[in-house]
C-alpha cells in the first residue's frame, strides 16, 4: 500500500477530553517502508482543526506496542460554540503524503479513552489497562477491537492536511 488511511469516530461530549492510541506491530516477515513519520490525529467535528502527533514506526517489531508514546489528545472545550452539548470526534492512523510503498503493519486496536479531570491535568502516558484511566464503554464505540459495530468507516474522513514538516 502507498496510503495509510484508518479512521473511526463516536460522539463527544462537551467538557470532555479524549486520548487516542492504537495497538501496533510488524508482520514477522515482509514488513517494509516505515521509515516515513505516521501521524495519529484527531478533532472534534467535521470543521474542527487536527490534533498530531507524529510516530516513529521503524523500530516497531513482532511485539504489541501501544503508539503514540505521547497520546494525542483533544478537548471538546465548554466554551465552543456547538449547536448542542455533542459533537462527533474523528481520529485516525495516517501516512498518505508521501506515496511510499510499505507493508506489513499489523493494527491490533484502536483506543479512545474519556480522560478523567485528574488525567487531564496529568502528562504521565499511561497503558489502556491502567486504574486511573477510564476505559469508555462499548456503547461509546471506542475500541475496534472490542466493539466490531464501531463506526470506522473512511467515508466520513477527507484526506487531512499534511503536517508542516511535510508540506512543499
Known amino acids: 500500500m502507498c496510503w ?12 470532555k477530553a479524549y486520548e487516542i492510541s492504537f495497538i501496533l506491530s510488524m508482520n514477522e516477515e515482509n514488513s517494509f517502508g516505515w521509515e516515513d513519520p505516521v501521524y ?4 472534534i467535528g467535521e470543521e474542527g482543526e487536527y490534533t498530531r502527533v507524529k ?20 478537548e471538546f472545550r465548554s466554551d465552543e460554540n456547538a449547536e448542542n452539548n455533542k459533537k462527533t470526534l474523528y481520529f485516525g492512523l495516517y501516512e498518505v503524503w508521501t506515496n511510499h ?28 489497562d ?3 484511566v477510564q476505559e469508555a464503554t462499548a456503547d461509546k464505540s471506542t475500541s475496534a477491537s472490542e466493539n466490531p459495530t ?12 499534511p503536517p508542516n ?4
Not at 510516530?55 to 483533544?74: H, M, N, Q, T, Y
Not at 464501531?150 to 492536511?161: E, F, L, N, T
Not at 514538516?165 to 512543499?168: D, I, V
Open 4 to 15: 495509510l488511511d484508518v479512521t473511526g469516530s463516536m460522539t463527544a461530549t462537551k467538557g
Open 40 to 43: 495519529v490525529m484527531a478533532r
Open 55 to 74: 510516530i516513529d514506526l521503524s523500530k516497531l517489531g513482532l511485539k504489541e506496542e501501544e503508539f503514540p508514546a505521547e497520546k494525542c489528545r483533544v
Open 101 to 128: 510503498w510499505k507493508g506489513g503493519l499489523r493494527i491490533h486496536e484502536a483506543i479512545v479513552r474519556e480522560l478523567t479531570a485528574e488525567d487531564s491535568a496529568s502528562t504521565s502516558n499511561t497503558r489502556s
Open 130 to 132: 491502567d486504574s486511573k
Open 150 to 161: 464501531a463506526d470506522m468507516s473512511i467515508d466520513k474522513q477527507v484526506r487531512p492536511a
Open 165 to 168: 514538516e511535510l508540506r512543499k
